[in-house]
């Protein structure tokens, strides 16, 4: 057990609908990432949050957005959804900033189970 | 952008045999780390490379961190089973500071 917890874990839905995936980082990791994982494909980053302030982007388009709420916890949202979005959507966290952080941790993430999304 | 070469993108080996994988990039990265992602469960980390030319193990794993900082490798030695699923190299570096993923090795072992 990461300590990083998704929901939901499936979600199957239509074409044009518009889903919102929740994450919790661990206790007391202040960045959350979002990867999204397809069929036969790596990783892609999506998008970073630092204490509640986005810090980089990746390959995001423009139908998704996120958060990262006071709470730390944070919301991928996912609208006008299409056939290639389904994926697997992986949250993970940290707890200092790749960039800022010496020593051990630079770079560690620590992922949860994922969301399983299927679009229809 | 930047971008990791895996290989091979999958194995098929025998109980007890070894195992190497590799990750190659154009560009230079500061960190490589290497994770393994069993079915239903989200990658976890294995082995982390701070260094140039880093040589750590984790048990039967050994992962190195090239000199040139365009490559890293992971080997498993005597595999088991439980060895099974696909293992990702990740790198960080760059003007963003993000982990940049393998596409995997999906390896199998055959008792």
């Known amino acids: 057990d990461s300590g990083v917890t998704q929901t939901p874990k499936h979600l199957i839905t239509a074409t044009g609908q518009r889903v919102t995936l929740r994450c919790s980082p661990r206790?007391?990791?202040?960045?959350v990432y979002w990867y999204q994982q397809s069929l036969d494909q790596g990783l892609q980053f999506l998008i970073q949050y630092y204490n509640g302030e986005e810090r980089a982007k990746g390959n995001i388009l423009e139908r998704f957005s996120a958060q990262q709420f006071p709470d730390l916890h944070s919301e991928l949202n996912l609208s006008s959804l299409e056939l290639g979005d389904s994926a697997l959507y992986f949250c993970a966290s940290s707890h200092p900033p790749p960039l800022l952080a010496g020593g051990g941790l630079v770079g560690e993430l620590f992922f949860g189970e994922g969301s399983r999304l299927t679009v229809l | 952008g930047q971008q990791l070469n895996q290989s091979p993108q999958s194995m098929f080996i025998q109980e007890g045999e070894d195992v190497s994988m590799n990750c190659t990039s154009s560009s230079i990265f500061n960190t490589w780390l290497w994770y393994k992602q069993e079915p239903g469960e989200g990658p976890v980390l294995l082995i982390a490379l701070y260094k140039a030319g880093e040589l750590t193990s984790n048990g039967r794993l050994t992962a190195q961190f090239g000199i040139t900082r365009k490559d890293s490798f992971l080997n498993i030695s005597a595999s088991i089973p439980s060895d099974v699923g696909i293992y990702f190299c990740?790198?960080?570096?760059?003007?963003?500071?993000?982990?940049?993923f393998g596409k995997g090795t999906k390896l199998s072992v055959k008792p």
């Open positions: 990740a790198g960080l570096g760059g003007s963003q500071g993000n982990l940049i």
């Open positions: 206790s007391g990791d202040l960045s």
